[in-house]
């Protein structure tokens, strides 16, 4: 069996690229070993503080975030980093070729059920001779030369593309290692799967309103197939799930609060998750674009994320 290093030694991933997937995924696990220390360590519950998008950070958010920064800000390739939880991107080394945005843990009202949470990156090929500053990263997420998540869940599994297919590795802790589980993974066209928090139903637009109420109708309503719902409740699940068996994942715009697009994050959830995606053959859009084509305006910005299986996705436009 292949582990990572052997993976990316045999592709075309140049050097700097390998370095700094391995600080990144040596990081995730040394996360995933602070996840199963859990409440004997003390680290669940709120940090006591918001980050810059209004939201309550947990204890594993920050301390994640940190693990993170600090292994990414030291490693030579690195030209800078930015996170869900800083307000500014961070630079790091200016003659380094990579800009990471990252997800430090997705899915953090997860932590104190023990249930499913995730690291999420995506990386850029971004050189320059001056200190970085925000404006050179608000790339367009079709230029990531790399994206990928870490699953914390019965299992620790890092799921990667390098813009030539996705690849799964489960952790083997008895080598330290993450070992090749899943080559080339492909996501079907058709689906009869759907996640959605059903709870925002009022406030989607009319059309998303009118899909779901086709899609939950079932054999009954014009689309004469059954559909089941799962919502994991943190993205990084519900991904790992369609790329495992199928699905279209949906996190709508609504009218909740007029100044945000949607929940999710372009940066550090759509265009990693996005890339993920096209690779194994399905799509992600917002209601009137292409994830991947979407110019970005602020590193923390929002955006609608209808992504998963491609004819699911087409049909979800369609309305
Ligand atoms: P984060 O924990 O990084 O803030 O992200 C949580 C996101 C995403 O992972 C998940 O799909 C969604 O929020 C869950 O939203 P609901 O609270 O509406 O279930
Ligand atoms: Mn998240
Ligand atoms: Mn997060």
């Not at 320059?128 to 404006?135: F, H, L, N, T, Y």
């Not at 919502?231 to 199928?246: E, P």
Request: charged share 20%.
């Amino acid at each position: 069996m292949q582990n990572l290093p052997d993976v990316l030694a045999a592709s075309a991933t140049p050097k700097t690229l390998q370095d700094v997937l391995t600080v990144t995924t040596d990081t995730c696990i040394a996360i995933s070993d602070a996840l199963k220390q859990g409440s004997l360590a003390g680290i669940l519950g709120m940090a006591g503080n918001e980050n810059v998008q209004g939201e309550e950070q947990k204890k594993l958010d920050v301390i994640s975030n940190d693990m993170l920064k600090e292994a990414l800000v030291a490693c030579p390739s690195v030209r800078a980093i930015a996170s869900e939880e800083e307000d500014y991107i961070v630079p790091a080394n200016t003659q380094g070729e990579y800009f990471i945005a990252f997800d430090p843990l997705d899915g953090s009202s997860n932590i104190d059920i023990n249930a499913m949470v995730g690291t999420i990156f995506s990386i850029y090929r971004q050189t320059g001779d001056k200190p970085a500053v925000e404006e050179d990263f608000l790339i367009p997420g079709k230029e990531q030369v790399a994206a990928g998540y870490v699953l914390y869940g019965p299992s620790t599994m890092l799921v990667l593309t390098t813009g030539d297919g996705v690849n799964m590795f489960t952790y083997d802790p008895t080598k330290n290692v993450f070992t090749l589980t899943n080559q080339n993974v492909q996501v079907g066209k058709d689906t009869q799967e759907f996640a959605i928090n059903m709870s925002n139903q009022r406030f989607w637009s009319t059309n998303m309103q009118n899909y779901v109420n086709d899609l939950v109708k079932g054999k009954e309503g014009i689309r004469d197939k059954n559909f089941n719902m799962r919502w994991v409740a943190a993205m990084v699940g519900d991904v790992h799930r369609i790329l495992c068996r199928g699905g279209i994942f949906i996190y709508p715009w609504d009218n909740k609060d007029p100044s945000k697009a949607g929940k999710l994050r372009l940066m550090y959830e759509a265009n990693p998750m996005a890339m993920l995606l096209e690779q194994a053959g399905g799509k992600a859009h917002t209601h009137t674009q292409r994830i991947l084509d979407i110019q970005p305006e602020a590193i923390h910005q929002r955006v609608a994320v209808i992504l998963g299986a491609a004819n699911e996705v087409d049909k979800c436009l369609s309305y």
